[in-house]
């Protein structure tokens, strides 16, 4: 369960990374790249109930798409990574790039991407970046956090270890009364 968890956590980490450059992406391409979660909102919701739907709904589905795929990669990486080439370096990129092909691949054939040969060479380039950057973050925190010491706290006859302070009577207070 807890490497689930580990899994889970890097995956969110791998987003949190990516979408930060979602800015960059959009500054440098003056527009949001083809791959861009709200767009892809937009295309499917076009072939899948023929209309376009709000900027609100579609920003919120964007968010959406982006924070159930990431963390959910997170967790087929850690099934994946025992057989996975040794180093952060190897594992990061290879989980980056099985993520680049799956996107260049499936992401056009279900229609939430145009098809590749309209992608300019500007935005493959960028996807690529954003891929590794995604694959190359979420095996720092995979390490990161499998190091981490799962929380165990000292438990004695149904009650921790460590004791609060002792409470004062009300009229020891300094504020009240007696």
């Known amino acids: 369960m807890r490497a689930a968890r580990v899994a889970l956590e890097a995956g969110a980490a791998g987003t949190l990374a990516v979408s930060g450059l979602a800015k960059l992406e959009r500054m440098l391409l003056g527009r949001a790249p083809v791959y861009s979660p709200s767009l892809m909102a937009v ?3 076009r072939k899948l109930i023929g209309r376009r739907p709000t900027r609100e709904v579609r920003e919120t589905a964007g968010t959406l798409m982006r924070w159930s795929y990431g963390p959910a990669l997170g967790i087929g990486f850690g099934l994946a ?11 990061g990129a290879l989980l980056g790039l099985a993520v680049f092909g799956f996107e260049l ?3 056009p054939r279900v ?5 590749l040969r309209s992608w300019s060479r500007s935005e493959v380039a960028l996807l690529l970046a954003h891929s590794l950057a995604y ?4 095996e ?7 190091a981490r010491q799962p929380f165990r ?4 006859a149904g009650f921790y270890e460590r004791e609060s ?14």
């Open 105 to 107: 691949g499936v992401l």
């Open 140 to 146: 720092l925190a995979y390490q990161r956090f499998s």
């Open 135 to 138: 694959g190359l973050v979420t």
């Open 111 to 115: 229609g939430a991407t145009p098809r």
């Open 165 to 178: 302070p002792p409470l004062r009577p009300v009229s020891d207070r300094p504020d009240v009364r007696g």
């Open 43 to 45: 295309r499917l919701s």
């Open 153 to 156: 706290p000292k438990v004695s």
């Open 81 to 91: 990574r025992p057989s996975l080439p040794q180093g952060p370096l190897a594992r």
